[in-house]
């Protein structure tokens, strides 16, 4: 098992919708600022919401193969 920090899936569009939640890596605020706090477990845990919160976004598009 790797200790490797998980890094940030920050891609430096930030702009915070309605709903708190950033357009460019799906995180809310409250998970971008906690996120320097958080271990592996708990970045983990913020990623598995970001990817819920991209796949439900209408500005991402899939290519069905």
Known sequence: MSNKTIASPCVNVC????????????RSGAEITAWMRLDNDGRKQVLTKVAERELASPFVTRVKL
């Open 15 to 26: 702009y915070l919708d309605e709903n708190d939640i950033c357009q460019g890596c799906y």
